[in-house]
């Protein structure tokens, strides 16, 4: 019995320690910004969208096809901001990525860099409400394939110095615009030959921003406000090919087990057998900003993560598809492939899981963890392209407190946070070059434009659009003044 009461009264001590440490834990308050917005043209950064959709800047599959439309996109953007390429020094790489440096006053300052993508993915037109590389605006909106990803980003970046430069604004901090032609396919031929380039030149960034962030309603995570996630690090990257190999044949007389069953038994095994959840570095660092913002019951569990782990990966693992891959290395099959005809058997079946990896974790330990689901019934080879985690990019210093600033005072008032991206972008390439490299899109989407993103109808919302432009002007006042 003492026992028992002993254990009672340890259990209690710790809730009322949790109690505790969740009241002490206090949220700074959140001030409404002051800063008085710069004013855009709208119609004008419309029409500026609208046109770059036009050129069809799809990516390359073959890294040494010859186009010249990403050569005659970059003489448009060339013309709709003759202020600042008046003033930039461009330097062409790998035939289709470029990069410009509008030079700034302070040579004693690192500069900064700003990234985006030229390509885009395919878009057939099946299931379109307008030609996808038409621009059409409609419905508040900028449609067509890249509109959000990342044509959008990319326009909003240029317009912002467009009309700073306009108004007499000399930038102390020099500017670097870095722009690849192959981030759908890794990035490789593009960002990877940018950075070389610079690195070879002694280029040092005081920080980089690219895509990737994204402002989220907070209600999901019982915050009453919105909350702007600032990509301090990527997932890895990796796809495994799995591979069976059996006798082939004619499909009306098939062996106890074909390549096709031994293959999908195996991708079925992999799925039922995910990696486990964990909270990594950035994870942490996230849920630490947000936790103080939540409602009680929220604010509890998150304040608490260390005590309630294991309660809070059950959750998050099984609360959405989004919150699961926060805290796992995903392993998701995409393609398969095996006879040619429906009646023949093949003698060699092949599937591919593409892997996005958890930081803290290594393409090794996914290999060694799928080998040991498929056994020796399957051949494991990794793909080309892959990529481990990226570092994770500080939180204290200047360059994020800039970031973290500029959308307060844009998005007047909105919470800030870090946060693992879990796709992948060019600024991975980056890291040779500054140890502070962001991701954060500025745009304040609804999950229906979010899902459009690869997919059909693709379309950014014009008020957005000119929020962003708006983040980009404070940006470079607040980084480069």
């Not at 095994?269 to 929220?298: G, N, W």
């Not at 294991?310 to 006879?339: C, D, E, F, V, W």
């Not at 689901?373 to 990019?393: A, C, T, Y």
Request: with cysteine.
């Amino acid at each position: 019995m003492i026992i028992l009461y002993c254990i009672l009264g340890i259990v209690l001590l710790l809730i009322l320690f949790m109690v505790i440490r969740t009241v002490l834990t206090k949220a700074l308050p959140i001030e409404k910004s002051d800063y008085e917005l710069h004013g855009i043209d709208k119609d004008l950064v419309v029409a500026h969208l609208s046109d770059a959709v036009k050129f069809k800047t799809v990516t390359l599959q073959n890294p040494r096809a010859e186009t010249r439309v990403f050569l005659e996109y970059q003489t448009f953007l060339e013309k709709t901001y003759p202020t600042l390429f008046t003033l930039a020094k461009k330097t062409q790489i790998n035939r289709y990525s470029v990069y410009y440096v509008v030079e700034g006053s302070d040579k004693s300052l690192l500069p900064i860099g700003i990234l985006a993508h030229q390509d885009v993915v395919p878009a057939p037109e099946e299931g379109w409400e307008v030609p996808p590389f038409s621009g059409i605006v409609k419905d508040n909106c900028v449609y067509g394939r890249g509109s959000q990803d990342m044509k959008s980003q990319m326009i909003a970046a240029l317009e912002g110095l467009e009309i700073l430069l306009n108004d007499g604004f000399q930038p102390k901090r020099t500017i670097y615009f870095c722009f690849g032609h192959d981030e759908e396919l890794r990035g490789t031929e593009g960002a990877l030959q940018i950075s070389h380039h610079l690195k070879d030149k002694g280029v040092r960034f005081e920080f980089v921003l690219d895509e990737g962030g994204t402002i989220l309603d907070g209600k999901m995570l019982g915050i009453n406000n919105k909350i702007a996630l600032i990509g301090t690090c990527e997932k890895g990257y990796a796809d495994f090919i799995l591979e069976s190999v059996k006798t082939g044949g004619h499909a009306s007389s098939p062996s106890k087990r074909t390549a096709v069953g031994t293959l999908a038994e195996a991708i079925y095994d992999i799925e039922l057998c995910q990696r486990r959840p964990f909270f990594s570095k950035p994870t942490k660092e996230m849920f630490k900003a947000l936790a103080p913002y939540m409602k009680p019951v929220f604010k509890f569990l998150f304040v608490n993560r260390d005590i309630l782990s294991p309660l809070l990966k059950l959750i998050l693992t099984k609360a959405h598809p989004m919150t699961n891959s926060l805290l796992r290395t995903t392993m998701a099959p995409t393609q398969a492939k095996g006879a040619d005809a429906p009646n023949v058997l093949p003698p060699k079946a092949t599937a591919n899981i593409n892997c996005r990896i958890n930081t803290g974790e290594t393409i090794e330990d996914i290999k060694k963890h799928i080998k040991a689901i498929v056994g020796k019934k399957i051949n494991v080879s990794l793909d080309q392209g892959h990529v481990d985690p990226s570092p994770v990019s500080d939180i204290q210093g200047a360059p994020y407190k800039i970031l973290s600033k500029t959308i307060s005072e844009v998005f007047n008032g909105y919470i800030c946070a870090p946060f693992m991206f879990i796709a992948a972008t060019d600024s991975k390439h980056y890291y040779p070059l500054t140890d502070c490299v962001y991701r954060f899109t500025p745009f304040d989407k609804t999950e229906d434009d979010a899902a459009r993103i690869h997919a059909i109808n693709e379309r950014q919302n014009i008020d957005s659009l000119v929020a962003g432009v708006e983040f980009y002007i404070r940006l470079y006042q607040n980084a480069c003044s």
